[in-house]
């Protein structure tokens, strides 16, 4: 079926480590995002890409890296985690600039030890 | 920058009173959107205001945009348990239409 996932649903790590979120739609959208979800913060935006290989940084963007070779894909890399990424990461495409709905994945739960 | 401040920050409510949340930003704004997060779910996307003052309804939702663009208010009349879940406003400006930025939502909880 169409949509988009988000994997692993769950991740545990140590500080310190390199950790790889991966987010893949089936819509062909143009835009994908990565936010973060913290008690208090609401969503905040890390990464943003508007076509592949056009990438941009949103609010908080220290401590991640994104790429996009295939449209279909916008992995979040954590370099070297640590705790304070301790968090929910939803990723979100949207198809372009005039109608902004965005479509968001299921999320995944990342604990950094 | 962009900020956008939403209020109330929770909101706990008996079964058939109404329910509002506001939505103001520091800026203009090209347009606003509104989510709709169950718990432990992913956020939903609701509805897109675009025009000075536009008005929309879904049912019992009422949206509104201010005539400054630079408000907004989602109502709930009559609130059900359905209705449970926190209400986030998502925000772009004319500088940047992609980069949105989503206010911190307002959680509404429901009492039977």
């Known amino acids: 079926d169409a949509g988009i996932t988000q994997s692993p649903r769950y991740k545990i790590t140590e500080t310190g480590r390199q950790v790889t979120l991966m987010c893949h739609q089936t819509?062909?959208?143009?835009?994908m995002f990565w936010y973060r979800q913290d008690l208090g913060h609401g969503l905040r935006l890390i990464y943003y890409s508007a076509a592949a290989d056009i990438t941009d940084k949103g609010e908080v963007p220290d401590g991640y890296v994104v790429s996009r070779s295939k449209t279909e894909n916008f992995p979040l890399t954590l370099e070297s985690a640590t705790r304070s990424q301790t968090s929910v990461y939803f990723c979100?495409?949207?198809?372009?600039?005039?109608?902004?709905?965005?479509?968001f994945g299921p999320g995944t739960r990342l604990t950094v030890l | 920058g962009q900020q956008v401040m939403q209020i109330p920050q929770y909101q706990h409510v008996q079964e058939g009173e109404d329910f509002t949340t506001y939505c103001n930003s520091s800026?203009?704004?090209?347009?606003i959107q509104w989510y709709k997060q169950r718990p432990g779910g992913h956020p939903v996307f609701l509805i897109q205001?675009?025009?000075?003052?536009e008005v929309k309804k879904q049912k019992r939702l009422t949206f509104q945009f201010g005539e400054a663009k630079k408000n907004s208010s989602l109502h709930i009349t009559a609130t059900q348990t359905t209705d449970v879940g926190t209400y986030f406003c998502a925000v772009s400006g004319y500088s940047s239409a992609s980069k949105i930025i989503f206010g911190s939502g307002t959680r509404l909880s429901i009492r039977p």
């Open positions: 979100a495409s949207q198809v372009g600039t005039t109608y902004n709905e965005q479509f």
């Open positions: 205001l675009v025009k000075s003052g």
């Open positions: 819509w062909s959208h143009s835009y």
């Open positions: 800026t203009t704004l090209s347009n």
